[in-house]
């Protein structure tokens, strides 16, 4: 299906290339989800549940949507998944390489290898910050390396992890687990300064991967695989908002959601979600 709109649904003068600070990048791959498919069709949902959000962020008091904002094509993933990780590295390689913020928008989680790979090819000294209610620890799974069950095993292979959200892993998994960069949900709703705790582990500059599984199914049941006991809203906006004042965020991706037409809340959050970050990222050279 052709995509009718940009994100926003920008007019020209803030959504071509040549003057836009920000790309978003759909990489519309489900090859290796195991249970409710449908994730390829996320990028397409959240595009077009961005074209009815308002612009204007009232918490920064800022329109980041001026920053310049480039919906590019999608990534072609008519293919095996290391060939679908290969095409995102090189995607996103080549609009960092042009001074460009990029937005990876899934899919599936397996999407997010090449776009870390890609980040860690500019600037080895980076941390992944993982939201997700999945570790994703496994080596192997279903005879792949690069299962969506596999993403994080491969991140931490490229450079050091801290896991938020957590509910839900393999006994397989535990051995790969780093107990001090993990924060699983049941404790973060015990520990008053879980927030401070995550900044703690994370290096001067952050790359963001947030499985849309991390909240809770009441607030977004449209994901292939959901876990009761996720965090909220304001959980989750509260976390990144400190993240990006003291860090220094290069870039971020968002997926897994699997879009139900009998309910759009899913696909609005996670535009709403998509340019709150950015709202985050651009606050202080923004209008």
């Given at each position: 299906?052709?995509?009718?709109a940009?994100f ?7 959504s071509n ?28 949902a ?6 009815h ?14 920053k ?8 072609d ?14 995607k ?7 001074g ?16 870390v ?12 910050l ?28 490229l450079?050091?992890i ?10 397989s ?11 699983f ?9 879980w ?8 290096s ?9 599984d991390?909240?809770?199914?009441s607030?977004?049941?449209?994901t ?9 809203w ?23 959601l ?12 996670a ?17």
């Amino acid at each position: 299906m052709a995509r009718t709109a940009n994100f926003g649904d920008l007019p020209e003068e803030f959504s071509n290339l040549n003057q836009a600070e920000v790309v978003i990048l759909p990489v519309p791959y489900d090859a290796t989800s195991t249970w409710i498919k449908g994730a390829d069709k996320g990028p397409d949902a959240i595009i077009e549940a961005s074209t009815h959000m308002e612009l204007y962020d009232i918490e920064t008091d800022s329109q980041v949507y001026r920053k310049g904002i480039y919906t590019a094509e999608p990534v072609d993933v008519g293919m095996h998944p290391d060939g679908m990780v290969e095409a995102v590295r090189e995607k996103v390689g080549h609009y960092i390489k042009h001074g460009k913020f990029v937005v990876v928008i899934g899919g599936e989680h397996s999407v997010s290898i090449g776009s870390v790979m890609a980040h860690v090819a500019q600037d080895k000294d980076i941390t992944v910050l993982q939201l997700d209610a999945h570790s994703d620890l496994r080596d192997e799974y279903e005879g792949s390396k690069y299962n969506h069950a596999c993403v994080m095993a491969r991140i931490k292979e490229l450079c050091p992890i801290v896991q938020v959200g957590i509910r839900s892993m393999d006994f397989s998994e535990k051995q790969a687990l780093n107990k001090n960069r993990v924060f699983f949900a049941e404790s973060i709703r015990r520990d008053k300064d879980w927030k401070k705790k995550v900044l703690s582990r994370l290096s001067d500059r952050v790359y963001i991967t947030i499985d849309i599984d991390v909240f809770d199914p009441s607030v977004v049941p449209s994901t292939g695989t959901p876990e009761p006991g996720g965090l909220l809203w304001y959980d989750v906006l509260v976390l990144l908002r400190a993240v990006f004042d003291d860090k220094e965020v290069i870039g971020f991706d968002v997926v897994e959601l699997c879009p139900d037409e009998r309910n759009k809340a899913s696909d609005f959050l996670a535009a709403k979600l998509i340019y709150k970050l950015l709202s985050y990222k651009f606050k202080d050279s923004v209008e």
